[in-house]
């Protein structure tokens, strides 16, 4: 009797090289598709994967790195007041030298109320002690704000400190740009009112994205 032919093993095409094997090695994902393939591929979709992960594992920490922090913000928009207003203490008016810890923007309204905390109406150059153990300093920093930007805005500021503010992050890169490089005019004052004008459209929305 005539024994029965073997018939002849089919071979698997592997769906990524699309060469065939007696087998197959693994089912993977390859670009969101479920994949049957050999064992070659299969290790150079792990390998890919792998450096997917770290590239994206990179970037946020990049990310993180360059995202503008309240810190970043106070760093810079300290040093902008310290370059668009006399250089004296605006409490006991004795003259202060630039980049010395004695010379420091002092708040008017405290800088914990981030409606005006990076509000250049509120901040006015001070030295250490004034800031740190004269509480009185206010008062004349409320004085000097009025003769800066008109009668009346030191009580604005006290009424805009009750409202409600929450800075995005993309309008924080935003004001960390224009502290950084500010608009500049022919003199102090027009500056001050360009960088004015520029803050208020960043806190109001209406720049372009």
Same mark, same amino acid.
């Given at each position: 009797?005539?024994?029965?032919?073997?018939?002849?093993?089919?071979?698997?095409? %592997?769906? &990524?090289?699309?060469?065939?094997?007696? #087998?197959?090695?693994?089912?993977?994902?390859?670009?969101?598709?479920? /994949? +049957? $393939?050999?064992?070659?591929?299969?290790?150079?979709?792990?390998?890919?994967?792998?450096?997917?992960?770290?590239?994206?594992?990179?970037?946020?920490?990049?990310?993180?790195?360059?995202?503008?922090?309240?810190?970043?913000?106070?760093?810079?928009?300290?040093?902008?007041?310290?370059?668009?207003?006399?250089?004296?203490?605006?409490? %006991?008016? &004795?003259?202060?030298?630039?980049?010395? #810890?004695?010379?420091?923007?002092?708040?008017?309204?405290?800088?914990? /109320? +981030? $409606?005006?905390?990076?509000?250049?109406?509120?901040?006015?150059?001070?030295?250490?002690?004034?800031?740190?153990?004269?509480?009185?300093?206010?008062?004349?920093?409320?004085?000097?704000?009025?003769?800066?930007?008109?009668?009346?805005?030191?009580?604005?500021?006290?009424?805009?400190?009750?409202?409600?503010?929450?800075?995005?992050?993309?309008? &924080?890169?935003?004001?960390?740009?224009? #502290?950084?490089?500010?608009?500049?005019?022919?003199?102090?004052?027009?500056?001050?009112?360009?960088?004015?004008?520029?803050?208020?459209?960043?806190?109001?929305?209406?720049?372009?994205?």
């Amino acid at each position: 009797m005539q024994s029965p032919q073997k018939k002849p093993k089919q071979l698997k095409k %592997c769906q &990524k090289c699309m060469k065939e094997f007696p #087998f197959l090695y693994k089912t993977v994902t390859d670009g969101g598709v479920r /994949k +049957k $393939v050999c064992q070659k591929c299969a290790s150079y979709i792990e390998r890919d994967k792998i450096k997917e992960k770290k590239e994206k594992t990179k970037a946020k920490k990049k990310a993180i790195r360059e995202r503008v922090t309240d810190k970043k913000l106070h760093t810079v928009f300290a040093r902008l007041i310290k370059e668009i207003y006399p250089l004296h203490c605006h409490a %006991c008016y &004795k003259s202060l030298v630039k980049g010395t #810890f004695d010379t420091q923007a002092c708040h008017f309204v405290e800088r914990g /109320k +981030k $409606v005006i905390t990076w509000d250049i109406r509120n901040v006015l150059p001070g030295c250490a002690s004034c800031n740190g153990f004269d509480q009185s300093h206010q008062y004349e920093l409320g004085k000097n704000i009025n003769i800066y930007w008109g009668e009346g805005m030191a009580e604005k500021l006290r009424e805009m400190r009750v409202e409600t503010f929450q800075w995005s992050q993309y309008q &924080k890169n935003q004001l960390y740009e224009l #502290f950084t490089n500010p608009p500049q005019s022919s003199n102090i004052e027009e500056t001050r009112l360009l960088i004015l004008h520029k803050y208020l459209e960043i806190k109001n929305g209406s720049t372009t994205n």
